[in-house]
DNA sequence: CGAATGATCGGCT
DNA sequence: GCCGATCATTCGA
């Protein structure tokens, strides 16, 4: 396998992060069960000057506070309640940027991964949408914070060396943040270019 | 200490 | 395709 190295994290562009990440695979290995999915919708958030982002003016709290550390860390953080939303964190020590991971295509341990939504066939919301993809992979919020570029991390993304080429990628606004008025039409949602696995149709 | 709020999902038609 | 449940976190008093 091939960690992605901190190299890839650390650079100052999250939108370009964003779309290198479509086409990597996110892997977990948790309670003994390796699962893992290729990524095919993300989300770039950027603080201080992107409103949808939770680090909105450098806002710093206990809960956003990861989002301020080195790229190369995930941000994990439960919406609505039940919802757990699994981000990458980018950047310097410093900048609070983020890349949500919005959809992923399963591809090991699919078994595993029908087992953790309680279904028992493949079917597109196994793992379409932030909060079901991290229940597929196992990822809950008790793992933010953690270093995924560390050798024994439960969680990292490796490059399998197909990349996804850039007349493949569909930028959009993103969705859900209505909240953020005059941030909701940055097309800084990017989707894989005919993947069936996308959260929406487009 | 209490109230408001949201980066959503799943069931129903 | 649309509607409503649900709770940790945040912010103001």
Redesign the pocket.
Known sequence: MKKLPPSFYTRSDVVQVSKELLGKYLVTNIEGQLTSGKIVET?A?SAPDDK????YNN?R????EI?FAEGGKA?I???????H?F?VVTAKKDMAH?V?I?AVEPVDNIGEMLQR?KMDKLQR?LT??????S?ALGIT?QLTGIDMTATDSPIWIEDRGKPISPKNIIASP????G??EECIDWPWRFRVRGSAWT?L?G
């Not at 949808?52 to 680090?55: D, I, L, M």
């Not at 709290?61 to 956003?64: H, S």
């Not at 953080?77 to 919802?83: D, P």
């Open positions: 989300e958030y949808a982002c939770h680090a806002r709290t206990k809960r956003t989002m941000y953080y439960l919406c609505y309640g039940i919802h939303l981000n983020a949500l919005r939504r919301r379409a949408g932030p909060g079901t993809l229940q919020t993103r969705v859900g943040i909240f953020a959260s149709a």
